[in-house]
């Protein structure tokens, strides 16, 4: 079992920046990839970012891509998403989310879902 807590959202205005955090307890959680997605009102649960157990692969989504950063420190148990100049279309629930293998883009593949953190991008 492993619990994922975020943290870091909250109201920022276009163009500014936010670091969210998901720190991990339970299991080990240098095994797992680890997924950021995001839900937006009214809308499907969509993937964000992601990044290997080692650190050493990531992938975005096109929509944020150049703009956010994932990153994981494993001796803090915690995985990180950078967000740069961001969009009123980036406001969304943001969930960290825990894999042990599966394509990463699929929701299916993920094991361990934190509750999710609010990010509000003012225009």
């Known amino acids: 079992q492993v619990q994922l807590v975020e943290s870091g959202g909250g109201l920022v205005q276009t163009g500014g920046s936010l670091r969210l955090s998901c720190a991990a307890s339970?299991?080990?959680?240098?095994?797992?990839?680890m997924g950021w997605f995001r839900q937006a009102p009214g809308k499907e649960r969509e993937f964000v970012a992601a990044?290997?157990?080692?650190?050493?692969?990531?992938d975005y989504a096109d929509s944020v891509k150049g703009r956010f950063t994932i990153s994981r420190d494993n001796d803090k148990d915690t995985v990180y998403l950078q967000m740069n100049s961001l969009k009123p279309e980036d406001t969304a629930v943001y969930y960290c989310?825990?894999?042990?293998?599966?394509?990463?883009?699929?929701?299916?593949?993920?094991?361990?879902w934190g509750q999710g953190t609010q990010v509000t991008v003012s225009s």
């Open positions: 989310a825990a894999a042990v293998g599966g394509s990463w883009y699929r929701q299916s593949s993920y094991s361990y």
């Open positions: 990044i290997t157990w080692t650190g050493s692969n990531t």
């Open positions: 339970g299991r080990t959680f240098s095994r797992y990839n």
